[in-house]
Nanobody, 123 residues
Framework: QVQLQESGGGSVQSGGSLRLSCVASEATAGTCMGWFRQAPGKGREGVANIRSDGITRYADSVKGRFAISQDNAKMRQYLQMNSLEPEDTAMFYC??????????????????WGQGTQVTVSS
């Protein structure tokens, strides 16, 4: 059972940046690692994901502002978030799923989840 731990959340003003990290308890080679977020009163939304071969996918709302990356050991993933907007305020979760789960942002396709880290952007 892979365990995931996020860090790096916080409060920033509009236009600011944050870098989220997610560390896995074991190597995740051959999988998809992703970030989802959930704002109060809304469903869980896919933000970005990265396959173990480096192919990335982004939600339209974050393209050009966010960048996902992972380390070579596939035990950490990062989400660099720039030009943050109040609409980005949410609990951010990292997740790991099978390789094919990177084809879309269906939360049910991901097997392992972290506890979440809060991101708050003020105007």
């Amino acid at each position: 059972q892979v365990q995931l731990q996020e860090s790096g959340g916080g409060s920033v003003q509009s236009g600011g940046s944050l870098r989220l990290s997610c560390v896995a308890s074991e190597a995740t080679a051959g999988t998809c690692m992703g970030w989802f977020r959930q704002a109060p009163g809304k469903g869980r939304e896919g933000v970005a994901n990265i396959r173990s071969d480096g192919i990335t996918r982004y939600a339209d709302s974050v393209k050009g502002r966010f960048a996902i990356s992972q380390d070579n050991a596939k035990m950490r993933q990062y989400l660099q978030m720039n030009s943050l907007e109040p609409e980005d305020t949410a609990m951010f979760y990292c997740a790991v799923g099978p390789f094919w789960s990177c084809s879309d942002f269906r939360a049910n396709d991901f097997d392992h989840w972290g506890q979440g880290t809060q991101v708050t952007v003020s105007s």
